[in-house]
């Protein structure tokens, strides 16, 4: 199967089917693993808001993506999984329809040492939905938590 990005090396490329199921509902299938997800028009414009709307999965991408850069450095330094939340609000503009930013906070409830909260902090930045998110769509990140002992 040839690449639609074109020609050169390129890293976990594959497909997502998308099917319309009506009144902006769709379901959305994932070929490589077979798992589908359904996805719902905002009633803010005009939809059911039955599921996650599109511009909520950019949001969980972009939360778990984060999620998935720290986990690496959390374990390395004995940072408890459980104690990490992430919370990603977006704000929406009407006019034009646009997603018109993010605002991400990492929220750690576990004492953690000032030079491995830096290093959680550079695993964020990291994202790669962020970076691709780039200036199109402006991403605050904070890091909440109490410097201290790990």
Do not use: W, Y
Request: proline fraction near 7%.
């Amino acid at each position: 199967m040839k690449d639609a990005a074109g020609p050169g090396p390129h890293r976990d490329a594959f497909t997502l089917t998308i099917r319309l199921a009506g009144s902006g509902d769709c379901r959305v299938h994932h070929v490589p693993t077979g798992v589908t997800i359904d996805t719902s028009k905002s009633p803010a414009f005009g939809g059911s808001g039955r599921s996650f709307s599109s511009t909520d999965l950019l949001a969980a991408a972009l939360g778990s993506c984060i999620a998935t850069d720290l986990e690496p450095v959390a374990v390395r330094h004995g940072v408890p999984l459980e104690h990490i939340r992430i919370d990603v609000d977006k704000r929406l503009s009407l006019s034009p329809k646009r997603i018109e930013s993010f605002t991400v906070r990492i929220i750690i409830t576990a004492p953690v040492e000032a030079s491995i909260l830096t290093r959680l902090r550079n695993a964020a930045d990291a994202c790669l939905v962020q970076r691709s998110l780039d200036a199109a769509i402006p991403c605050e990140i904070t890091l909440d938590a109490e410097p201290g002992m790990a």
